[in-house]
């Protein structure tokens, strides 16, 4: 389970993680894959997106690895790119996002 706490501008403030003692017994998933996903979570991304098919945080990736995926590593440097503020309305970050994950992918293809 996740725990954020956000100040009035978006900013993450404090977070915490609480994995369940049984955990394995109970989802057939080790502590450190759950911890790994937790804690790339807590950088402000939302649990369990179903929305991509390959992501860490999709919540049903058969891959529970302990790595990003390609996409997950380009949402997570484009939420912290410096020109995407805190409590930016999505109007405006996401003609923002477009041009950064253009560069991202035009980086990655190079």
């Known amino acids: 389970m996740l725990s954020d706490w956000f100040l009035g501008d978006g900013?993450?403030?404090?977070?915490?993680?609480?994995?369940?003692?049984?955990?394995?017994?109970k989802t057939n998933v080790t502590f450190e894959e759950c911890a790994f996903e937790e804690m790339s979570q807590i950088l402000g991304i939302w649990n369990d997106a179903d929305v991509v098919k390959h992501s860490k945080w999709r919540?049903?990736?058969?891959?529970?690895?302990?790595?990003?995926?390609?996409?997950?590593?380009?949402?997570?440097?484009?939420?912290?790119?410096?020109?995407?503020k805190p409590g930016m309305h999505k109007d405006q970050a996401?003609?923002?996002?477009k041009v950064i994950i253009k560069e991202?992918?035009?980086?990655l293809n190079s």
């Open 104 to 107: 991202l992918l035009d980086e």
């Open 59 to 84: 919540n049903r990736i058969a891959d529970k690895s302990k790595r990003l995926t390609w996409h997950d590593a380009i949402i997570l440097r484009t939420l912290y790119d410096f020109r995407i």
């Open 94 to 97: 996401l003609p923002i996002a």
């Open 11 to 25: 900013t993450i403030r404090q977070t915490e993680i609480y994995v369940s003692s049984n955990l394995e017994e």
